[in-house]
């Protein structure tokens, strides 16, 4: 997955941690609300806001905090369902369908 794709000389140790401090970084984001979730025409969806990314793509994120159970991703997911009247797509997240530019723009998985 793209959210363990290390630099050169970066341990899997190393990689782990920056993953999971930019996961404490967006789940503190989503929770003030410096950061929000939109939901494209498609059902992908894309983080809107600062938050210290360490290299992991929006739909990287999404994933792995869904699988924790995240409480703030399923608040914020589901208030930028109700405004973008969509729900979000599995299929477009397991293709990995992203925005570089918070929902303005989006890509196919790569």
């Known amino acids: 997955m793209p959210c363990d794709?290390?630099?050169v000389n970066e341990t899997p140790e190393e990689r782990r941690a920056a993953v999971d401090e930019a996961l404490r970084n967006l789940s503190k984001g989503l929770a003030t609300g410096k950061v929000s979730v939109k939901v494209g025409a498609n059902g992908a969806i894309a983080f809107v806001g600062a938050w210290e990314r360490n290299r992991m793509t929006d739909v990287c994120a999404y994933r792995t905090l869904m699988a924790r159970g995240s409480m703030?991703?399923?608040?914020?997911?589901a208030r930028a369902e109700q405004?973008?009247?969509?729900?979000?797509?599995?299929?477009s997240v397991v293709?990995?369908?992203?925005?570089?530019?918070g929902g303005k723009t989006w890509h196919p998985g790569h």
């Open 5 to 7: 794709t290390r630099q």
């Open 72 to 77: 703030e991703l399923r608040t914020a997911v």
């Open 83 to 91: 405004i973008a009247g969509r729900k979000v797509s599995l299929a």
């Open 95 to 101: 293709a990995g369908i992203h925005s570089h530019d």
